[in-house]
C-alpha cells in the first residue's frame, strides 16, 4: 500500500515538473520568408520577432528564416500545412491554389498607386480575402506591402513591342503567364532563389520586380535597363496555420494579433520609402538604366496588357474587380 502510494505521489511529482518544464519553455514561431532582411517583409519579419519577444518575454521566442533558408517559395506553403513553418508571407501572385479571387492583385494597372492598394486591402472585400482560406487551414493575419513592379531587361523596353521574344521570369501564377504572352513574350515560372541565376546566364532576359527585390538581389547587376512601368502590384498576405494558431493560449495570440497589426502600419509606411531608397542605390550603382515612360507609352502598355482581365474576371469575380477599381478613387 505504502509502496504504492509513494510510486503514486513520484509519478505525480515527475508529471508536474515535467509539467512546469513545459510551461516554461516558450513557443517556437518559426517565419520563413524568401527575400532578403534589407527589404520590406524582412524588416517586418525582424520586427514581428522583435516586439513578440520583448512583450511576451519567456512565453514566445519567434525564429526567422530569410532569403528561402528554410524553404524557398515552391516549398513554404506545404511547409505552414504541415505545421512545419508556422507563419509566411508570400506574394499575393502565389496564393491560385488555395484562393482564385486573391488572383485579383496580380491584375496589370489595376490600381494606379499604392495608396490605392492600401484601400482596397482595407475595404471589405480586401478584408473578405483575407478569409477565404480559412477552409484550407490558412489564415490571413493582414497585408503588407512590397511595391508596384518594374520591367527590367538587357534589352530597352519602350514599348510593348519591344518585349516581344523575350523571356521573362514569372512567378507561380497563371495570371502573371498571360500577362507576357499578351505582349508575345515568352514567360517562365521560376522561383524567387533562381532569379539572379535565371537572368545571369540568360535562361531569362528579363523580369518584373519592385525596386527592393531587384536591388537586395543584385538583379541590376545582370539586367541593363529597367523601366518605371509601375504596371502591377507585388504585396503581401501574411498567413498562418489556423490549427496552430487556434491552438494558442488565448492571452499569447491576442497579444500577437495587435503585434501583427502593429507590425503591419509600420511595414506599409516604410515600403515606399524603402524602394525609392533602393531606386537611388540601383542609379548610384551606375550599372542600369531607369526608363521613365511618358504618359503615351505607358497608355500603350496598359492597352497591351489589360486585356488579361478578362480571362480571369470569371474567377476573380467582376464585382470583386469593381471594388478595387473603385478604390483608385481617395
Ligand atoms: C517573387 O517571387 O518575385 C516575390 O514573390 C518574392 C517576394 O517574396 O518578394
Known amino acids: 500500500m505504502f509502496k504504492l502510494t509513494a510510486k503514486a505521489v513520484a509519478c505525480a511529482l515527475s508529471l508536474s515538473v515535467a509539467g512546469l518544464v513545459h510551461a516554461a519553455d516558450p513557443i517556437t514561431i518559426k517565419f520563413s520568408h524568401v527575400v532578403a532582411e534589407n527589404t520590406p517583409k524582412g524588416q517586418g519579419a525582424l520586427m514581428f520577432k522583435r516586439l513578440a519577444e520583448e512583450r511576451l518575454p519567456g512565453k514566445v521566442k519567434v525564429e526567422v528564416y530569410p532569403n528561402s533558408s528554410l524553404y524557398g517559395d515552391g516549398k513554404e506553403m506545404e511547409a505552414l500545412l504541415l505545421g512545419d513553418v508556422h507563419i509566411i508571407a508570400p506574394s499575393l501572385a502565389k496564393f491560385e491554389h488555395y484562393s ?23 475595404s ?25 513592379k518594374q520591367l527590367s531587361a538587357n534589352k530597352k523596353l519602350v514599348e510593348p513591342k519591344d518585349a516581344r521574344g523575350l ?5 507561380a501564377s497563371a495570371v502573371l503567364d498571360e500577362q507576357f504572352k499578351a505582349l508575345k513574350a515568352n514567360p517562365r515560372k521560376m522561383s524567387f532563389a533562381e532569379v539572379y541565376q535565371g537572368l545571369q546566364t540568360g535562361v531569362v532576359n528579363g523580369a518584373e520586380n519592385p525596386y527592393s527585390n531587384i536591388y537586395s538581389q543584385k538583379m541590376h547587376e545582370v539586367q541593363k535597363y529597367i523601366t518605371e512601368s509601375n504596371h502591377g502590384l507585388l504585396d503581401y498576405m501574411v498567413i498562418t496555420n489556423t490549427k496552430f494558431w487556434e491552438g494558442l493560449p488565448a492571452d499569447v495570440r491576442t497579444e500577437l494579433r495587435s503585434i501583427m497589426d502593429e507590425v503591419s502600419v509600420e511595414v506599409n509606411r516604410l515600403a515606399y520609402e524603402l524602394n525609392e531608397g ?13 526608363i521613365t515612360l511618358t504618359p503615351e507609352q505607358r497608355a500603350k502598355w496598359r492597352e497591351a496588357m489589360q486585356p488579361v482581365w478578362k480571362k480571369f474576371e470569371g474567377e476573380i469575380g467582376a464585382d470583386l474587380i469593381k471594388a478595387a477599381q473603385a478604390s483608385n478613387q481617395k
Open 100 to 122: 482564385k479571387a486573391i488572383q485579383i492583385f496580380d491584375l496589370p494597372f489595376l490600381f494606379d498607386d499604392i495608396e490605392a492598394v492600401d484601400r482596397f486591402q482595407k
Open 124 to 148: 471589405e472585400g480586401g478584408q473578405k480575402l483575407l478569409a477565404s482560406m480559412q477552409d484550407k487551414g490558412i489564415t490571413g493575419l493582414g497585408y503588407w506591402h512590397n511595391g508596384l
Open 167 to 171: 523571356k521573362f521570369r514569372v512567378q
Open 278 to 290: 533602393d531606386k537611388q542605390r540601383i542609379l548610384a550603382a551606375g550599372t542600369t538604366e531607369i
